[in-house]
Nanobody
Framework: QVQLVESGGGLVQPGGSLRLSCAVSGVIARTDTMGWYRQAPGKQRELVALVVSGGSKKYSDSVKGRFTISIDNAKNTAYLQMNSLKPEDTAVYYC????????????????WGKGTLVTVSS
């Protein structure tokens, strides 16, 4: 069974930093994309950062220059380094990936973690 489990959320002061982790378990034949999304209270879920299979990275304008997504393939873990945090970054952060278990399948399956809460407040 493929599972994505986030960790690293918590309370941090404005201007502080956090690093979120997303541990991927299960048999993975191929990873097409890995990304981080967030959902603030009363708002829709939005893309924060994304890595595609070619290695290119995309960030939302609101986090560009402050957040960095990375993947450690050996550890089957994706990370989101968050610096210069702002109160508006407060949200539940979700890990997401298009992952392939069966090497004979032509496309991946989308998986979501359950989320980890990040609260930025003084």
């Amino acid at each position: 069974q493929v599972q994505l489990v986030e960790s690293g959320g918590g309370l941090v002061q404005p201007g502080g930093s956090l690093r979120l982790s997303c541990a991927v378990s299960g048999v993975i034949a191929r990873t097409d994309t890995m990304g981080w999304y967030r959902q603030a209270p009363g708002k829709q879920r939005e893309l924060v950062a994304l890595v595609v299979s070619g290695g290119s990275k995309k960030y939302s304008d609101s986090v560009k220059g402050r957040f960095t997504i990375s993947i450690d393939n050996a550890k089957n873990t994706a990370y989101l380094q968050m610096n210069s945090l702002k109160p508006e970054d407060t949200a539940v952060y979700y890990c997401n990936g298009d992952l392939l278990e069966d090497p004979e399948e032509p496309y991946g399956v989308n998986y979501w973690g359950k989320g980890t809460l990040v609260t930025v407040s003084s």
